[in-house]
């Protein structure tokens, strides 16, 4: 793994954090998730600004600004040598993290046969902030692995409308058309290049919908900045639409494979 901290490079078992921030004692920070395709960055100036709009969120107000965070971004993944890449930044009042490291393409298997999702009721504290500390989406991912699924499910306690993933946005496709909620979500960079996609032709719609009601849906996937699109064939337990990958999902999938992969 290649860190930058402060926008110089550093020895992973050096790189730290004064154990008196507020970062480590209270998880006071926001974090991105970024990747590139083939030495490209997706989408960087709308992650960042996603940073920062988490930053406002919570009312962090960093010493380092957009341009500055931008500069040590680019400078880590020059001194990079793979094209496929997973970049984490995190953001505190004084510093500025970036680790850079190859990522590992998801399994073949998962976009042709698609995964497995199972419920988990609640929701993240601050929806619209990817804050440092997040303990209830680990422990929902933790969950999803225990149970051998892929994913967690958010769902609401009370009316049991679900939200997000654990670390995913989620779609679901009836009659042709495409449906995804926009209420207590992470508005996700990817999430948004699938709405501007499907937008061409296929009828987008932005509504809740109950848990009950979803596992009836024809197609069900979930998107996320390392993997792209992800088909969801089963949901605690039901199967769903046919049992893999709609026609929908593999359209949407190959517009997008074609954006980020040139194919």
Known sequence: MLISIDGKITDEKKACFPITSEAFLFGFAVFETIRT???KVFRLDDHLARLYVSADVIGLKSVWTFKKTYKAVVDA?????????KVRIILTKKHIT???ERL??????????GVKLVSFLGKRNIPRAKVLADVFTYLAKQHAKECGAYEALLVDPKKYYIRECAYANIFWVNNGE??????????GITRDTIIELAKKDIP????????????????IFITQTTSGIIPVVELDGHKIGI?????????????????????
């Open 37 to 39: 395709y083939n030495g």
């Open 77 to 85: 993944l020059s001194k990079n040598k793979y094209k496929n890449v």
């Open 98 to 100: 970036v680790m850079v």
């Open 104 to 113: 590992k393409e998801k399994p073949e298997s998962y976009y042709k046969k």
């Open 178 to 187: 495409l449906y995804v909620t926009n209420k207590n979500i992470l508005f």
């Open 204 to 219: 987008t719609h932005f509504e809740g919908i109950k848990l009950k009601s979803l596992v009836n849906a024809d197609e």
């Open 243 to 263: 049992g893999k990958p709609g026609p929908v999902t593999k359209k949407l999938m190959k517009a997008f494979n074609k954006l980020v992969w040139g194919k």
